[in-house]
């Protein structure tokens, strides 16, 4: 019998819960899921959590053997990790390759979080790169990185110590869980990691840094594991209106590229004061 959802909420660092603990989803009815694992957290929800398992629950509806291809979400508030989320799915089509979902992810009765999902049948077919995977050190001969909000994960940086805001944006990154052979469960775990690196950090200065994501969204290519060595690179492309907006690729050791992502965030003024959860829009 699986566990229930902590009821009084600890430092997730205090516990020995891992990546896969916190995609343990229940299901409560047809086509909706809840979170079982609750933490406290001084920071707002991590975004890549709630992609992650916005996914996964999508990713519970579609007949056996289709995985994604891709997803698009957008935060729309700030979530409390010490709360459970609960995730409505619509079906909205399957085809006979296809099938097209949308998830909805609540707290406290307020929606925190869309996203739109398309799952594919594997197909053969062409298979080709414009673009070979950036040139890097290989993880083993670079220093450590430690990544501040996902779990379950160790990193490598080639740009360390001397970084832009000191943080960079062409890392190695590894699960350190033993993953199942599952490429929806990868791909989830890839989703989760996808949002870890701040893709505009060589424009922060200390009139204006990036802020909470708006936008999020992933395009699987090719079947990776995230349980092995993958390079995540993101790319800072325009900053305009209050917002900036990067791209960003993820390969695995051997080159093969294995997702491709873009993300828009807010761009202002640092905050005089830490935002929590429930005070309203990010926006």
């Known amino acids: 019998m699986r566990p229930a959802a902590t009821t009084r909420p600890v430092s997730f660092e205090a516990t020995d819960s891992t990546v896969l603990d916190l995609l343990d989803l229940e299901e409560i009815d047809r086509d909706l899921f809840r979170t079982r694992q609750v933490f406290d957290d001084r920071y707002a929800l991590y ?79 062409v298979d080709l790169t414009a673009e070979p995977m950036p040139a890097m050190a290989a993880p083993e001969a670079l220093e450590a990185f430690v990544l501040p909000r996902p779990i379950s994960f160790e990193a490598r940086a080639a740009e360390l110590p001397d970084l832009p805001a000191g943080f960079p944006t062409r ?33 922060h200065t200390e009139d204006a840094r ?14 990776i594991r995230m349980d092995d060595w993958v390079l995540m690179d993101h790319v800072p492309r325009t900053i305009a209106g209050g917002r900036g907006w990067y791209t960003g690729t993820l390969h695995a050791r051997d080159g093969r590229l294995g997702a491709s992502l873009v993300q828009e965030a807010l761009f202002r003024p640092p905050l005089d004061r830490p935002r929590r959860p429930w005070s309203g829009d990010q926006s």
Not at 86 to 101: N, P, Q, T
């Open 47 to 125: 975004g890549g959590q709630v992609a992650a398992q916005a996914l996964l629950a999508a990713g519970r509806t579609v007949e056996e053997g289709r995985t994604p291809h891709s997803l698009h979400g957008y935060f729309l508030r700030l979530g409390d990790a010490s709360r459970p989320t609960i995730f409505h799915v619509d079906r909205d089509r399957d085809g006979r390759s296809f099938s097209a979902r949308r998830v909805v992810a609540v707290q406290g009765g307020k929606v925190i979080f869309n996203m739109s999902a398309s799952f594919q049948l594997p197909e053969a077919g």
């Open 171 to 203: 890392l190695w990154v590894r699960c350190t869980t033993a993953l199942p052979d599952d490429p929806l469960l990868h791909a989830v775990v890839l989703t989760y990691v996808s949002d870890s690196v701040a893709g505009l950090a060589p424009y």
């Open 210 to 223: 990036s802020g909470s994501s708006l936008d999020h969204a992933v395009w699987f290519h090719r079947h």
